[in-house]
C-alpha cells in the first residue's frame, strides 16, 4: 500500500485524523524506546514515571547521551538531589541538577517499620533486587518511591537551552535508569535515607524488640526446676572423653559437578551469566583442589609421624 504523502500545513491548521494517528505511533515507538533502556521493571518505571512530565520527543534526544557513558561523569548522588556533568558540543561539560521531594521522618519511621516486617524482600533490595512488596510499602504511606513528574520536574541544566528536560537532564534521567538497574537503593536514597541510614534504624529497632523480650523474660516466675548435670554424668558407660578425639572426617575429592553453585544459584543481574559461571566454576575447582591436596598432605603426614 502506497504511503500518502504530507503535505504542507500552516502553524495553525489543525491536524486531520492521519496526522494524529501518525504522531500517537511515533509517540509510542519513542516511549517504547525509552523505557527499553532500562533492563529492570524498576528502572523501567522510573523512566515511566518521568515520562510523566508529557515531552517524549525531548526525553528521546537524550537516548545516545545515555548510551555513551563517557558522556556522562562525576555522577553524585545525595539526599534529594542528583548532580551529574554531562557532555555536549561545547568543550565545557553542563551541570545538570535534579531535585526531588524528600519524605518527612516521620513517614520513615513508618516505612522502616514496615520494611522490618518483610526480612525477605529486605534480602532482596541488599541483593539489587527491588520486589514489589517494597515498592507497595512507599505507595501504602501516600509517598510513591517513584516521583510524580506529572506537574513537572525539578531540574536544571547549564546548557543554552532553557526547556525541561533539554538533552543533558534526559541524558542523565536515562543513564540513572542503568544505575537503578544494579542499585535500586538509589531510589531510597533520593528519598531521603541511604542504606546506611535505612540499615542503622534497623538495627536499633531490632535492639529495641530483643530488649523489650529479655526484660519480658526476666519478669517470667518459673515453676519448675531445670535439671542441671556435667558431661561426663551423661556420657554412656561405653563412651570415654578421651575417645572423643578420635572421631574424625574424611576429604572428599572434587568432582566435576560444583554443588555449590548449583544450591546456590547465580547471583542476580549479570550480564553474561555463562562467562560468570565459566569463571567462577574454575575458581572453585582450583581451590577445592588446593584444599583437597593439602588435606592429603597432612594425612600422609600424621600417619607417618
Not at 188 to 207: A, C, F, P
Request: aromatic share 8%.
Amino acid at each position: 500500500m502506497e504511503r500518502r504523502p504530507r503535505r504542507s500545513r500552516s502553524e495553525n491548521e489543525p491536524k486531520d485524523e492521519y496526522d494524529r494517528q501518525r504522531t500517537q505511533e511515533e509517540v509510542s515507538q519513542i516511549k517504547k524506546d525509552l523505557v527499553n533502556v532500562a533492563r529492570t521493571s524498576w528502572g523501567q518505571q522510573w523512566i515511566h514515571s518521568i515520562l510523566d512530565i508529557g515531552r517524549p520527543y525531548r526525553m528521546q534526544r537524550g537516548i545516545q547521551y545515555a548510551e555513551d557513558e563517557d558522556r556522562i561523569e562525576n555522577l553524585i548522588i545525595n539526599k534529594g538531589q542528583l548532580f551529574a556533568t554531562v557532555q555536549g558540543t561545547a568543550p565545557i561539560p553542563y551541570r545538570v541538577k535534579v531535585n526531588f521531594d524528600v519524605i518527612p521522618d516521620e513517614e520513615w519511621d513508618k516505612i522502616i517499620v514496615a520494611l522490618s516486617s518483610k526480612k525477605i524482600n529486605l534480602i532482596q533490595l541488599l541483593e539489587g533486587i527491588l520486589p514489589q512488596d517494597i515498592i507497595s510499602i512507599f505507595e501504602k504511606v501516600k509517598y510513591p518511591l517513584f516521583i510524580d513528574a506529572s506537574k513537572g520536574l525539578d531540574a536544571t541544566c547549564s546548557c543554552p537551552d532553557q526547556a525541561i528536560p533539554c538533552k543533558h537532564i534526559a541524558a542523565t534521567i536515562l543513564y540513572i535508569a542503568r544505575v537503578l538497574d544494579f542499585n535500586p537503593f538509589i531510589l531510597l536514597e533520593l528519598r531521603g535515607k541511604t542504606k546506611d541510614d535505612i540499615l542503622k534504624h534497623l538495627s536499633l529497632l531490632q535492639k529495641n524488640d530483643v530488649d523489650k523480650i529479655e526484660q519480658e523474660n526476666r519478669n517470667i516466675e518459673f515453676q519448675f526446676n531445670i535439671p542441671k548435670a556435667p558431661l561426663e554424668n551423661i556420657l554412656s558407660e561405653q563412651i570415654k572423653l578421651e575417645e572423643l578425639s578420635k572421631i574424625g572426617f574424611k576429604f572428599k575429592k572434587p568432582g566435576k559437578i560444583i554443588e555449590t553453585l548449583e544450591n546456590l544459584g547465580l547471583p542476580p543481574n549479570l550480564h553474561n551469566p555463562k562467562a560468570f559461571r565459566t569463571v567462577f566454576d574454575g575458581i572453585y575447582r582450583t581451590v577445592s583442589l588446593e584444599m583437597y591436596s593439602m588435606a592429603m598432605k597432612l594425612e600422609k603426614e600424621q600417619r607417618n609421624s
